[in-house]
């Protein structure tokens, strides 16, 4: 229970008719009554946690993807989530600086703050942003994962509410444009990284798209004349480590 607390009248902490704030109160009032480790692990988990683990269950989605038959495909897809989270986040700073929405507790007094020095605007939320499109794009790269990351995307906003940082349409603009960025520049994406993972799948770097596991089914098909195989050379890891 650290940060700014303040007094403030009940009419006020539920944020009158607005159901923004209302919400806001809700959720960061959690704060308010919590443990301060739970707070400070909250603070964390908002902040770096769930970015880093996204980080991770990318890791796990590129070992996956890469033993698949179509594996430039899914290793094209994967590279488009940390782009489609870059293109996002360059999305909306001009969406910042027209909406000019403060963050809540300038605007709002009794908040649990557990982050001091945000001095930016609030809508929407980078945080939001970033890790809805990363989880959007694993989503199109492997459906398990992209499923966890979007979860984690959701927890991510409720994070920054409980926070005191940002409204819920701080967090629901964010989501919504990290969906929006990922999905609908997707198809144009994969147009574009496909082809050039497909080509890496043929050099000595092509451990980084293939695996062994990808590459033995192929062969198989091909039979002993070596018909039915791709265009560009297939590199096992044990070639390349000769």
């Not at 919400?23 to 603070?43: C, F, H, Q, S």
């Not at 989530?81 to 969406?95: C, R, Y």
């Not at 993972?197 to 192929?218: F, N, Q, Y």
Request: proline share 6%.
């Amino acid at each position: 229970m650290a940060g700014l607390a303040v007094g403030y009248p009940m009419s006020e902490a539920r944020g009158g008719s607005n159901p923004d704030t209302s919400t806001l109160y809700d959720i960061n009032g959690i704060a308010k009554a919590a443990p301060n480790w739970l707070d400070r692990l909250v603070e964390f988990i908002g902040e770096y946690g769930i970015v880093l683990g996204l980080g991770v269950l990318m890791l796990f989605t590129w070992w996956s993807v890469r033993k698949r038959e179509d594996a430039p495909a899914g290793v094209a897809a994967l590279c488009w989530a940390p782009l489609a989270a870059g293109i996002a986040l360059l999305v909306n700073i001009p969406i910042r600086g027209f909406v000019k929405r403060p963050r809540p507790f300038l605007d709002h007094t009794g908040l649990e703050v557990l982050v001091k020095g945000k001095t930016d605007y609030s809508f929407v939320s980078d945080h939001a942003t970033l890790t809805m499109a990363l989880g959007v794009g694993l989503f199109v790269a492997h459906r398990k994962y992209g499923l966890i990351g979007i979860g984690l995307a959701f927890l991510e906003g409720l994070c920054r509410v409980y926070m005191g940082v940002h409204y819920p349409t701080d967090v629901i603009g964010g989501l919504a444009l990290g969906t929006a960025v990922a999905l609908l520049l997707a198809p144009l994406a994969m147009m574009l990284l496909t082809p050039l993972a497909r080509r890496v799948a043929g050099t000595r770097a092509g451990w980084l798209v293939r695996s062994d596991r990808a590459v033995a089914p192929l062969v198989a098909a091909a039979g002993p004349a070596g018909r039915g195989l791709p265009e560009q050379p297939l590199h096992r890891d044990s070639d390349l480590a000769a």
